[in-house]
């Protein structure tokens, strides 16, 4: 089982910048992708951004060059960034951790709301 718990989401304005963290914990040894999705009220959840294991990472195209994702290995837990910065209104979503093994495992969410 991998346990995903989600941060760092809030308000912010048109232009601002936030940075979501999240701690992956339990078998995260065999975990070969992770991904940031976010879902917008009335819209299907949709990939924002991916990373593999060995680094290589894959954007969604309304946020190439605007956002970062990363991931660091801590001891006991492994943790995903998303970095965003010159937000927009639409990014205002519900943004979730996603981490693949054998299974799938998703985060509870956490709000992004950029106010215009």
């Known amino acids: 089982q991998v346990r995903l718990v989600e941060s760092g989401g809030g308000l912010v304005q048109a232009g601002g910048s936030l940075r979501l963290s999240c701690a992956a914990s339990?078998?995260?040894?065999?975990?070969?992708?992770m991904a940031w999705y976010r879902q917008a009220p009335g819209k299907q959840r949709e990939l924002v951004a991916s990373?593999?294991?060995?680094?290589?990472?894959?954007?969604a195209d309304s946020v190439k060059g605007r956002f970062t994702i990363s991931r660091d290995n801590a001891k006991s837990t492994l943790y995903l960034y998303l970095q965003m910065n010159s937000l927009k209104s639409e990014d205002t979503a519900v943004y979730y951790c996603y981490a693949r093994r054998s299974a799938t495992y998703w985060g509870q969410g956490t709000q992004v709301t950029v106010s215009s």
């Open positions: 339990g078998s995260i040894f065999s975990i070969n992708s």
């Open positions: 990373i593999t294991t060995g680094g290589s990472t894959n954007y």
